[in-house]
T-cell receptor
Framework: NAGVTQTPKFQVLKTGQSMTLQCAQDMNHEYMSWYRQDPGMGLRLIHYSVGAGITDQGEVPNGYNVSRSTTEDFPLRLLSAAPSQTSVYFC??????????????FGEGSWLTVV | AQKITQTQPGMFVQEKEAVTLDCTYDTSDPSYGLFWYKQPSSGEMIFLIYQGSYDQQNATEGRYSLNFQKARKSANLVISASQLGDSAMYFCAMRLQGAQKLVFGQGTRLTINP
């Protein structure tokens, strides 16, 4: 039971480079989201999706793009990396219609450093 | 706007003692859920306990219980008989009904001393 899988776990980028953080879940969850965690802070929502083909912005969306072509995958794209995007990124999924719908499952996190 | 406040940046507790981590929230929506997550030094987010705004009883999960005081808008986490492995960051979070977006507090770093 893989749950929510994020790749890569660690990445170093140069300013201006682009990259994609991958997120996949095998629980057939409708809802998926991306958060970032900066040092000493809680998680902040970047983008989220309530189903395939549907995405929306969260609290801190600037500099990031997402798409949801399948239920399983929700990649996060950094268009032109900046040092301010150095952070730990978490992908999460959940299914509101199930008995366990109150549980939001998190991936293990992706540590991104932009130099 | 929804907001979560955790006023204790750090707490130090002796092993086997009970500990209460404070969380207050702000929302005008009558339907919401409150979560507590544990984040050990390895970084993953571990779900601990959930309380719905309409739940009549306080949630309990093993050594974890949630002291839910709706009128005061507080949702404190109580850990009974603390263990060394409880040392971690603890986050309180809120989700509005119908949404799957979580709003997090800034966290409390709990250290259990032997």
């Amino acid at each position: 039971n893989a749950g929510v899988t994020q790749t890569p776990k660690f990445q170093v980028l140069k300013t201006g480079q682009s990259m994609t953080l991958q997120c996949a879940q095998d629980m057939n969850h409708e809802y998926m989201s991306w958060y970032r965690q900066d040092p000493g802070m809680g998680l902040r929502l970047i983008h989220y999706s309530v189903g395939a083909g549907i995405t929306d912005q969260g609290e801190v969306p600037n500099g990031y793009n997402v798409s949801r072509s399948t239920t399983e995958d929700f990649p996060l794209r950094l268009l032109s990396a900046a040092p301010s995007q150095t952070s730990v990124y978490f992908c999460a999924s959940s299914s509101p219609g199930r008995p366990s719908g109150n549980t939001i499952y998190f991936g293990e996190g992706s540590w991104l450093t932009v130099v | 706007a929804q907001k979560i406040t955790q006023t204790q940046p750090g707490m130090f507790v002796q092993e086997k003692e009970a500990v209460t981590l404070d969380c207050t929230y702000d929302t005008s929506d009558p339907s919401y859920g409150l979560f507590w997550y544990k984040q050990p030094s390895s970084g993953e987010m571990i779900f601990l306990i959930y309380q719905g705004s309409y739940d009549q009883q306080n949630a309990t999960e093993g050594r974890y219980s949630l002291n839910f005081q709706k009128a005061r808008k507080s949702a404190n986490l109580v850990i009974s008989a603390s263990q060394l492995g409880d040392s971690a960051m603890y986050f309180c979070a809120m989700r509005l009904q119908g949404a799957q977006k979580l709003v997090f507090g800034q966290g409390t770093r709990l250290t259990i001393n032997p």
